[in-house]
């Protein structure tokens, strides 16, 4: 048995993101390699998905410098002009998963340089801006007066 189907029958499928196996199938079996792959797609929720599961169950094997590079793609990432559902739930997931980069980080002693925390803190506003673009009451015809 290959280490691929062995990983697919230990994990429960159901929670197990699908693109993970594609990339151990691909031969990407470290943590640090599944995470640089899926970060040139962070467009795709399924990839967000699989890196927050990659952080919450194999945090502790990613190196430092794969969670700077994590944290650097997620808060350089444009978000859409137009805002869905979809939205919101990406932008949480991404502020989680930077939340999570940044407890590995601490944990592994590391110290943040003010260009970091600038990006952090950018990130946070643009999280904050786009959230409430979200939330306002939808125009209608019966409020264009508030416009």
Not at 54 to 65: M, P, Q, T
Not at 119 to 138: D, E, G, L, W
Request: with cysteine.
């Amino acid at each position: 048995m290959t280490s691929t189907s062995t990983a697919s029958t230990t994990v429960n499928q159901s929670s197990f993101p699908k693109i993970i196996l594609q990339l151990m199938e691909q031969g990407l079996m470290s943590a640090d390699e599944q995470i640089e792959e899926l970060l040139t797609g962070l467009k795709y929720s399924r990839n967000i998905y699989a890196l927050r599961y990659i952080l919450e169950h194999k945090g502790d094997s990613v190196s430092v410098e794969v969670l700077s590079t994590a944290v650097d793609s997620l808060c350089s990432q444009e978000f859409d002009k137009v805002f869905s559902g979809e939205t919101a739930i990406k932008l949480e997931w991404n502020l989680r998963i930077i939340i999570t980069i940044l407890e590995q980080m601490c944990q592994n002693g590391c110290q943040f340089t003010g260009r970091f925390a600038d990006c952090i803190r950018q990130f946070i506003s643009v999280y904050k801006n786009a959230h409430s673009m979200i939330t306002q009451p939808k125009y209608t015809k019966s409020n264009e007066s508030n416009y």
